[in-house]
């Protein structure tokens, strides 16, 4: 695999002449460090991936202006990369906003405040900063920011969801829309503070694009009537959900909200319309890999509960990375990864699966991260991969026991180098 490096911000990205994938860079970089006997733990991000979404993105929903949610993977890899594409950025918090404000990231217009729930001080300084688009569900927010940031461009989160979401919002974020939303919208004119725009949330992770449906038609009507109160609506957010890992589904998605965003919101009106995919960007680009530092044979029982396993072998496996590490999207994000074995079975290794059960690394027995699965039999030593690790993981992980996050390790081919950077560095 010929290689080269460039820089994306200060980090270091391999370069290759031809199309690879995270699973054979993996084998590459465990080989290597098993022969410099080196067990720890490594991610790898592939750019190519962010970029091919970025670029369906724009094909599929063309009318919506993706700013991704930081929250979701604050990796300045990631962040440079979404940034030269062109995004904007949902932040949730000031050291959110000067993410994006120190690495000259985005322009503020490119920025909005997108949390209902807003610390004093950090909204002073948005303010400082001129990140002026911030998002609001109650009159007493309402209050707090006209107090702080008078001249602040609302956004008022209206409360729609898919109860079977990943990670349902609409219980704490979003007010109601038929009744309460009007009279924020009233309240709002009365104080002299301006709405731009409405903004929803169906749920990370939505499994019912349905959700999207029903929230632009309220997003609809509540424009009429925020115009009809003298405020100047010209921006739809329609928020996060979509899926990071499954092109079907969201091109599914991406139907109903094309079709609904036209029927209520025609190109001749020219609102603005922007989203705030998180994991849509985020979670197939990265993948862990982790080495197992022990391994315990028991009874399959154990494993299955079922006592008619009790003479059977079951395998548990303790890898040195886990649920307060990258995989804390277990305990966060109601997401269950799914490993195996990096290199296949051999004669050596046969291939013959067992119960098995995958542990972090940690003394804590909450660090479980596979209850039960079937895998091989493994050793000390193996590494095992975990595609699909890009959302809510290493923004969220700890040191825990003093076992650190895996080092990471970035890649792109030479064409989407070229899409990217090539006539800037005039090449």
Request: hydrophobic residues 35%.
């Amino acid at each position: 695999m010929t290689h080269r490096f460039e820089l994306v911000g200060d980090t270091k990205v391999a370069i290759f002449d031809g199309h690879v994938d995270n699973e054979i860079i993996a084998h590459t970089i465990a080989t290597y460090r098993t022969q410099k006997k080196n067990d720890e733990p490594f991610g790898l991000m592939n750019l190519n991936t962010v970029v091919e979404h970025f670029l369906d993105w724009k094909l599929q929903l063309p009318r919506v202006e993706p700013f991704y949610a930081v929250k979701c993977n604050n990796d300045p890899v990631l962040l440079k990369t979404l940034a030269d594409l062109g995004t904007g950025f949902d932040c949730a918090s000031k050291a959110e906003i000067n993410m994006i404000l120190d690495g000259n990231l985005a322009p503020t217009d490119k920025i909005i405040y997108a949390h209902p729930c807003k610390t004093r001080s950090f909204i002073e300084h948005a303010r400082k900063y001129n990140v002026k688009m911030m998002t609001f569900d109650n009159e007493e927010e309402l209050q707090k920011i006209n107090g702080l940031y008078p001249d602040a461009e609302l956004v008022l989160r209206i409360a729609v969801s898919d109860p079977s979401a990943q990670c349902p919002l609409g219980i704490k974020f979003g007010c109601e829309p038929s009744e309460v939303a009007p009279k924020l919208l009233q309240k709002s004119a009365a104080m002299g503070m301006k709405v731009i725009g409405i903004s929803f949330h169906v749920g990370s992770g939505c499994n019912d694009p349905a959700a999207f449906q029903l929230a632009i038609s309220y997003a609809r009507n509540l424009f009429d009537i925020g115009k009809s109160m003298d405020h100047d609506m010209y921006l739809l957010d329609i928020g996060g959900g979509f899926p990071g890992n499954d092109h079907e589904k969201f091109s599914r998605f991406a139907s109903i909200i094309r079709t609904n965003i036209d029927e209520y919101f025609p190109p001749s009106e020219n609102v603005r319309i922007i989203a705030e995919p998180g994991r849509y960007f985020a979670s197939a680009s990265i993948s862990i890999t982790t080495n197992i530092i022990s391994a315990t044979k028991v009874p399959a029982s154990r494993i299955t509960k079922d006592d008619g396993d009790s003479d059977k072998d079951g395998y548990m496996y303790y890898m040195n990375d886990g649920v307060y590490g990258s995989f804390n999207c277990i305990l966060f994000d109601h997401f269950q990864p799914t490993g195996r074995p990096l290199f296949p079975s051999s004669d050596i290794i046969p291939s013959e699966e067992y119960p098995t059960t995958v542990w972090g690394p940690t003394c804590d027995g909450l660090d479980q991260v596979e209850k039960e699965t079937k895998m091989r039999r493994m050793q000390v030593g193996e590494w095992l991969y975990y595609p699909d690790m890009g959302a809510y993981t290493k923004v969220c992980a700890t040191n825990f026991n003093g076992f650190e996050p895996p080092t990471y390790y970035y890649f792109m081919d030479n064409t989407t180098w070229s899409y990217m950077y090539a006539m800037e560095n005039g090449h």
